[in-house]
């Protein structure tokens, strides 16, 4: 029976975070900022990582609340957690910007939530990672490549642009102008403006 109401009160507190999560959305999409953050904050409190991800996005542009970049990493972190992908690639982008660049441990781990996210496909994660690991110290070309082609995949142009210049220079792949040009065109044909200057050139 204790068992039975545990269950009931987790079912009614995860329903009760959804339903918050949803007025919050619908709050937001109504020009109500502050009643939009109520309610993602209210759920995120209860552990919901979609409304820790929103508090979060309050918190980083000042809406419904005022704009504090730390409090919004808070919110990422823990929605990162949960393996929320979006929170983990903001949360990652956070530590790389905002934390002492010998901090070995933060970096490390922006790294591993980045690549998470850019394998539950999410685009600006695989891109970030491609140039991320193309301009590193000690550049790893083939895996930056790779990054750079799922994001390309993905219909990001300027990754298809970078892609290009990996194959024009011989990056992480074999060089061949025929397959720059062909994904410099791509990237042009996406509106891509330094794709159309390296064609012209």
Not at 34 to 41: D, G, L, N, P, Q
Not at 87 to 94: D, F, G, W
């Given at each position: 029976l204790?068992?039975?109401?545990?269950?009931?009160?987790?079912?009614?507190?995860?329903?009760?975070?959804?339903?918050?999560?949803?007025?919050?959305?619908?709050?937001?999409?109504?020009?109500?900022y502050?009643?939009?953050?109520?309610?993602?904050?209210?759920?995120?409190?209860?552990?919901?990582?979609?409304?820790?991800?929103?508090?979060?996005?309050?918190?980083?542009?000042g809406r419904g609340t005022e704009k504090d970049l730390e409090k919004a990493a808070f919110y990422y972190y823990h929605a990162a957690s949960s393996c929320h992908p979006m929170?983990?690639?903001?949360?990652?982008?956070?530590l790389l910007h905002h934390r002492p660049e010998n901090e070995w441990d933060g970096h490390q781990k922006a790294v591993a939530f980045l690549e998470q996210a850019a394998m539950a496909g999410i685009t600006e994660a695989q891109a970030y990672l491609g140039v991320f690991y193309m301009?590193?110290?000690q550049p790893k070309e083939k895996r930056g490549l790779k990054y750079l082609l799922l994001a390309a995949k993905n219909g990001d142009a300027q990754s298809r642009y970078h892609v290009g210049i990996c194959y024009e220079k011989g990056l992480g792949v074999q060089q061949n102008l025929a397959e720059a040009m062909r994904h410099y065109q791509q990237s042009a044909a996406a509106g891509n403006r330094n794709s159309q200057e390296r064609l012209r050139v």
């Open positions: 204790e068992e039975a109401a545990f269950q009931l009160q987790q079912i009614f507190r995860i329903d009760i975070s959804i339903a918050l999560n949803i007025l919050g959305i619908e709050s937001m999409r109504a020009g109500h502050r009643i939009a953050y109520t309610c993602f904050k209210l759920a995120a409190d209860r552990g919901y990582s979609k409304a820790q991800f929103n508090v979060g996005l309050c918190y980083e542009h929170a983990q690639y903001r949360y990652a982008r956070y301009r590193g110290l």
